[in-house]
T-cell receptor, first 113, second 114 residues
Framework: DSGVTQTPKHLITATGQRVTLRCSPR?????VYWYQQSLDQGLQFLIQYYNGEERAKGNILERFSAQQFPDLHSELNLSSLELGDSALYFC????????????FGEGSRLTVL | AQTVTQSQPEMSVQEAETVTLSCTYD???????LFWYKQPPSRQMILVIRQEAYKQQNATENRFSVNFQKAAKSFSLKISDSQLGDTAMYFC???????????FGQGTRLTINP
């Protein structure tokens, strides 16, 4: 158990819809990272937050947004969903903003029909 | 741009053999961390081993060791006495202290055959 909790584990929705994925980092970790992993693909970095502030942005679509709340949990919002958004979305946390090991959640599997 | 290259999309060895997975990276930073993560069929991401760039000594964790060549920007993973449970996707990761992005390699699918 990494200590990182992601909900929901599985989500099936239709094109055009909007979903929210939630991540609770490990206790004490200030950084949260979001990654997207499509079928048989590598991990695409989406965005990083540190202590409530956006720190880095990767290949995140404009239809996607995220935030980190004062209690350090984070949410990834995906809107106007397309078939190609079907993927496993990972959240990871680390203690600092730019050092150390990433602890991964089990991922949220999104299926867009 | 920060890049990580894993040149072996797939590898397959027999149980108990030794296997080496390659990883090369590009960075302009002097201070960074390197990691190998494994992703078994369960899809959980699990840390295998880490290496701080300022340390010359290669990291070792039981059957797992790395060959870190800083000048060549190479970070290979050696798995000794491979076991069936080592079957997984293996990802190389660089974490620069200066930059904020973390970049994974494309992954190597390793299969250990009985």
């Amino acid at each position: 158990d990494s200590g990182v909790t992601q909900t929901p584990k599985h989500l099936i929705t239709a094109t055009g819809q909007r979903v929210t994925l939630r991540c609770s980092p490990r206790s004490g970790d200030l950084s949260v990272y979001w990654y997207q992993q499509s079928l048989d693909q590598g991990l695409q970095f989406l965005i990083q937050y540190y202590n409530g502030e956006e720190r880095a942005k990767g290949n995140i679509l404009e239809r996607f947004s995220a935030q980190q709340f004062p209690d350090l949990h984070s949410e990834l919002n995906l809107s106007s969903l397309e078939l190609g958004d079907s993927a496993l979305y990972f959240c990871a946390s680390s203690e600092g903003s730019n050092t150390g090991e990433l602890f991964f959640g089990e991922g949220s599997r999104l299926t867009v029909l | 741009a920060q890049t990580v290259t894993q040149s072996q999309p797939e590898m397959s060895v027999q149980e108990a053999e030794t296997v080496t997975l390659s990883c090369t990276y590009d960075t302009s930073e002097n201070n960074y961390y390197l990691f190998w993560y494994k992703q078994p069929p369960s899809r959980q991401m699990i840390l295998v081993i880490r290496q701080e760039a300022y340390k010359q000594q290669n990291a070792t964790e039981n059957r797992f060791s790395v060959n870190f060549q800083k000048a060549a920007k190479s970070f290979s993973l050696k798995i000794s006495d491979s076991q069936l449970g080592d079957t997984a996707m293996y990802f190389c990761l660089i974490h620069e202290q200066g930059a904020q992005k973390l970049v994974f390699g494309q992954g190597t699918r390793l299969t250990i055959n009985p």
